[in-house]
């Protein structure tokens, strides 16, 4: 098949290859094609860990990682619209949400910047034992290695931005698998990066098979630390098979709020009517289980509902959207099946529990019972839970009933 403007390559030790197979970028809002990236399998993974490897045994000082870092910054600033609207096509992230993203990955590669530049050991007193007097130790902070990062779909940009940037400030060349459906950031923040002068397989990105590439990454003994940001289940497993590397997890969780009686209830209503479906509830800490003080309760519902009625649902792409798609059909139908359930078992629907179009409107469910899988699991999708209590104990009880996750 022929090549289009819409193709991406890979980027492989300095170069940007195709492989003759492709991963279809598609819209989450409308289905139609973002973009096509070039799909990679074990061979590239494993080129990309040595291409690394080769290019970390000419270290890049600290005042060099440090340019290249802030020139990143400078780039992103001036391409920002372009990258707030690349999130949004990928990711179907509103607008607005894109923007403040694009915002945080400025600052990632600002603060990896300084961080380069004060990556000092200190000097150990020797002289605290009798043996030691009169001598000097001091300690150094040297890259690890070769970084194998894994990221998640749903803040494409400064999640890879939260990889590569402090990798490159540590002096770590990188091997990087982005979320299949979003890698068009992750190859935009690679090619600013190497317009921004990075040598050759210093970053690599990987789009593909998740197992496939993670498998590499896992097992090829020059990958010397690994990161990962996404689900538990995946997680947890990359940790187990990988016992002799330093592993980094950031998890989710479905994230407890307690309103207590002596709060500004208006204020609290209109922070957790935004953190709650704020890129429809797909973040890590996005508000899902609401307690409120017993007191306070029907003046929190109160102001609470008409607020989250009050959320522009619609295209990602329209600047007054706050609501759009999640990210799969699939997931959208799952957090409806969710939402049944609790209804089935006795919860109130104070608002949504249905589609509009093909979008999941914002939904409140009041008092879902304590096993239903709202009260329990992480459901990364337009919905919050709303429910009293009556000690603060009590409800630092329900807060933590949910299942342990990261
Ligand atoms: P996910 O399904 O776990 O995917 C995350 C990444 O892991 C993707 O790049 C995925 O690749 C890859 N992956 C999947 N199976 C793999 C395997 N067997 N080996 C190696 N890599 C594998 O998570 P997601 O749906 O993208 O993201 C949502 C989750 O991320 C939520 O649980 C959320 O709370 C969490 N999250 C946490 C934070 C935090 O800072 N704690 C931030 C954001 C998100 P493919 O896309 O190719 O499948």
Same mark, same amino acid.
């Given at each position: 098949?022929?090549?289009?403007?819409?193709?991406?390559?890979?980027?492989?030790?300095?170069?940007?290859?195709?492989?003759?197979?492709?991963?279809?970028?598609?819209?989450?809002?409308? @289905?139609?094609?973002?973009? =096509?990236?070039?799909?990679?399998?074990?061979?590239?993974?494993?080129? !990309?860990?040595?291409?690394?490897?080769?290019?970390?045994?000419?270290?890049?000082?600290? /005042?060099?990682?440090?340019?290249?870092?802030?020139?990143?910054?400078?780039?992103? @600033?001036?391409?920002?619209?372009?990258?707030? =609207?690349?999130? %949004?096509?990928?990711?179907?992230?509103?607008?607005?949400?894109?923007?403040?993203?694009?915002?945080?990955?400025?600052?990632?590669?600002?603060?990896?910047?300084?961080?380069?530049?004060?990556?000092?050991?200190?000097?150990?007193?020797?002289?605290?034992?009798?043996?030691?007097?009169?001598?000097?130790?001091?300690?150094? $902070?040297?890259?690890?290695?070769?970084?194998?990062?894994?990221?998640?779909?749903?803040?494409?940009?400064?999640?890879?931005? /939260?990889?590569?940037?402090?990798?490159?400030?540590? @002096?770590?060349?990188?091997?990087?698998?982005?979320?299949?459906?979003?890698?068009?950031?992750?190859?935009?923040?690679?090619?600013?990066?190497?317009?921004?002068?990075?040598?050759?397989?210093?970053?690599?990105?990987?789009?593909?098979?998740?197992?496939?590439?993670?498998?590499?990454?896992?097992?090829?003994? $020059?990958?010397?630390?690994?990161?990962?940001? @996404?689900? !538990?289940?995946?997680?947890?497993?990359? $940790?187990?098979? +990988?016992? =002799?590397?330093?592993?980094?997890?950031?998890?989710?969780? +479905?994230?407890?709020?307690?309103?207590?009686?002596?709060?500004?209830?208006?204020?609290?209503?209109?922070?957790? !009517?935004?953190?709650?479906?704020?890129?429809?509830?797909? %973040?890590?800490?996005?508000?899902?289980?609401? *307690?409120? /003080?017993?007191?306070?309760?029907?003046? *929190?519902?109160?102001? *609470?509902?008409?607020?989250?009625?009050?959320?522009?649902?619609? &295209?990602?792409?329209?600047?007054?959207?706050?609501?759009?798609?999640?990210? $799969?059909?699939?997931?959208?139908?799952?957090?409806? !099946?969710?939402?049944?359930?609790? =209804?089935?078992?006795?919860?109130?629907?104070?608002?949504?529990?249905?589609?509009?179009?093909?979008?999941?409107?914002?939904?409140?469910?009041?008092?879902?019972?304590?096993?239903?899988?709202?009260?329990?699991?992480?459901?990364?999708?337009?919905?919050?839970?709303?429910?009293?209590?009556?000690?603060? &104990?009590?409800?630092?009880?329900?807060?933590?009933?949910?299942?342990? /996750?990261?």
């Amino acid at each position: 098949m022929a090549t289009t403007a819409s193709d991406r390559k890979l980027l492989v030790d300095g170069a940007w290859i195709a492989t003759g197979a492709w991963v279809e970028i598609v819209s989450p809002y409308d @289905g139609s094609t973002v973009a =096509r990236v070039a799909k990679a399998g074990g061979a590239e993974a494993r080129a !990309a860990v040595e291409a690394a490897e080769r290019a970390m045994r000419t270290p890049l000082p600290a /005042h060099k990682r440090a340019e290249i870092l802030v020139r990143v910054a400078g780039a992103l @600033g001036r391409r920002a619209d372009e990258a707030a =609207r690349l999130v %949004s096509a990928e990711a179907g992230k509103p607008l607005k949400a894109a923007r403040v993203e694009v915002a945080r990955a400025m600052s990632t590669y600002t603060m990896a910047a300084v961080e380069a530049r004060k990556l000092a050991g200190e000097m150990v007193p020797m002289d605290a034992s009798q043996s030691g007097e009169g001598k000097l130790a001091f300690t150094q $902070r040297l890259p690890i290695g070769v970084v194998g990062a894994i990221s998640p779909f749903n803040f494409p940009l400064n999640l890879v931005a /939260h990889k590569l940037a402090p990798a490159l400030a540590a @002096g770590c060349a990188v091997v990087l698998k982005p979320a299949s459906q979003t890698p068009l950031s992750a190859l935009l923040l690679a090619e600013l990066e190497t317009d921004a002068g990075l040598p050759a397989g210093w970053v690599n990105v990987l789009v593909g098979g998740a197992s496939e590439i993670g498998d590499v990454l896992v097992e090829d003994e $020059r990958v010397k630390l690994l990161t990962f940001t @996404g689900s !538990a289940d995946v997680g947890w497993s990359l $940790r187990e098979r +990988a016992p =002799r590397k330093r592993v980094n997890l950031e998890l989710g969780n +479905a994230t407890p709020v307690i309103v207590e009686p002596d709060a500004d209830v208006d204020d609290a209503a209109t922070r957790c !009517a935004a953190n709650a479906f704020s890129f429809a509830g797909q %973040s890590c800490i996005s508000v899902q289980r609401i *307690f409120v /003080h017993e007191d306070v309760y029907d003046a *929190f519902r109160e102001s *609470f509902v008409p607020k989250v009625e009050a959320l522009v649902v619609g &295209d990602p792409a329209d600047e007054e959207t706050d609501v759009g798609p999640l990210v $799969r059909p699939e997931d959208r139908d799952r957090v409806l !099946a969710w939402i049944d359930e609790a =209804r089935d078992a006795g919860a109130t629907i104070l608002t949504g529990g249905r589609l509009e179009g093909e979008l999941l409107l914002p939904t409140v469910v009041e008092r879902p019972p304590p096993d239903s899988k709202l009260s329990c699991d992480e459901a990364f999708g337009p919905v919050c839970t709303l429910d009293s209590y009556a000690t603060l &104990d009590e409800a630092l009880d329900h807060a933590k009933m949910a299942r342990p /996750h990261g």
